[in-house]
């Protein structure tokens, strides 16, 4: 017994030993580069939209039909994050990046093959449920680390670490389309897949926890909390905010993912009255992609950033009034494309907004203790929106051949959404 009361204090100051060596060696801004390009590579998901058409004109799937993979990638991928934030808080980031990265990258490989022989079930496999493992897992640690390194700056930090998820699209939507047409879909994913893959796995070797305690140099924490503190998943469960916050992630998301799901078609079909030859339109439309998602990105940044100034409660009233606007005027308003892009431009910034302001309202209203099991519960709004937005989308599409009774429902939906943050203001962890 006295043998294994030794041995267990040696662990324990070793333990201790390397906690204290990653508190003097461990720079958190490179941490925080690390956990961009991790989200960088993730984010190519949401290009999805270019893929769908060179493969119905492949293989003569309908597009709904192509759809469902990415519907399925987002909706693994939320359950994955909650899965994905039990084993972060014991095992730490390092593993569960590693794991995430590994997934994603052979998911875009499977995908390739699946689209060279021809099978949309193996689709569903690759691009549905491999990616969408290695989304979870590799999406919420950089987000699940950061607010730990960065309790002084939690808007900031998780504005850039998820700024790197939708300028991720943008690469991919920039460079599959030409790629696509010189050397076809499956060559375009194994090349995507490669470098996804090395880049994530080696990325995550970066991603390390700080030490329990830490605080950065010359920061005070705010009286009645510890940089340490945080309710348990139980405990979060048990308050209402939990299922605010929830709703309104689900409903942010919602309208962001059903019009990143359809983003190409949709820019194609306002092109329709425009001068931009028929066949330039893909192209046309990539370039697009591209666009927005730079909006996506600056929006992540630069409304967590001005949630840490004005509330994160104010900003989703924000988001939510400014959405209901937009998507009644592009209802109403006659078929332009120049309105197009400007309102989706800003979509694209509310829904990497909402996005990035998420993590840090939760690290304030929570703890960052067991920030990556509760917040990986919080992104199950992720994979229902998943389903519900595009869905909705592609379906109304194939009905009626236009979006327009869509864009009124998104705008319905945002009025309603309005109620939602007046309910949502908590006290903050340690103070309740």
Known sequence: ??????????????????????????????????????????????????????????????????????????????????????ILDSKGPRVVATVGGAFFGAGILVTGYAAHIGSLPLIYCGYGLLCGIGLGFGYITPIATLVKWFPDKRGLITGLAVMGFGLGSGMMAWLAPGMIAKIGVPTTLYIFGGVFFAAVVAAAQLMVAPPAGYSPPGWTQPAGTSAASGMTLGEALRTKYFYLFWVM??????????????????????????TIPVDSQAAAAGSLLLLFAIFNGLGRLIWASLSDKIGRRTVFF???????????????????????????????????????????????????????????????????????????????????????RALLYTAVMFVFALLIPALSAPKKAGTA
Not at 254 to 260: P, R
Not at 263 to 269: K, L, T
Not at 342 to 360: E, H, K, N, V
Not at 391 to 400: K, N
């Open 1 to 86: 017994m006295r043998d294994r009361k030794c041995f267990g204090g040696i662990v324990s100051a070793i333990e201790s030993a390397t906690a204290a060596k990653t508190a003097k060696v461990a720079n958190r801004w490179i941490i925080a580069v690390a956990g961009i390009v991790i989200q960088a590579c993730l984010g190519t998901v949401y290009a999805w939209s270019v893929f769908p058409r060179p493969l119905n004109a492949a293989h003569g799937w309908a597009m709904p039909s192509i759809t469902v993979a990415f519907t399925i990638a987002i909706f693994v991928m939320a359950f994955s994050a909650a899965v994905g934030g039990y």
């Open 249 to 274: 992630l689900f409903l942010n998301v919602t309208a962001g993912v059903a019009v990143i799901s359809q983003a190409s078609p949709m820019a194609q079909e306002f092109m329709k009255n425009s």
């Open 318 to 404: 924000i988001l939510f009034a400014s959405q209901a606007i937009l998507f009644f005027v592009l209802y109403i308003a006659p078929p332009s494309l120049p309105l197009f892009v400007i309102l989706i431009c800003y979509q694209y910034a509310c829904l990497g907004g909402g996005f990035a302001t998420m993590p840090a309202y939760a690290a304030d209203t929570f703890g960052t203790k067991y920030a990556g099991r509760i917040y990986g519960w919080m992104l199950t709004a992720w994979g229902i929106a998943a389903v519900a937005g595009p869905t909705v989308y592609a379906r109304v599409y194939q009905s009626s051949g236009s979006y327009t």
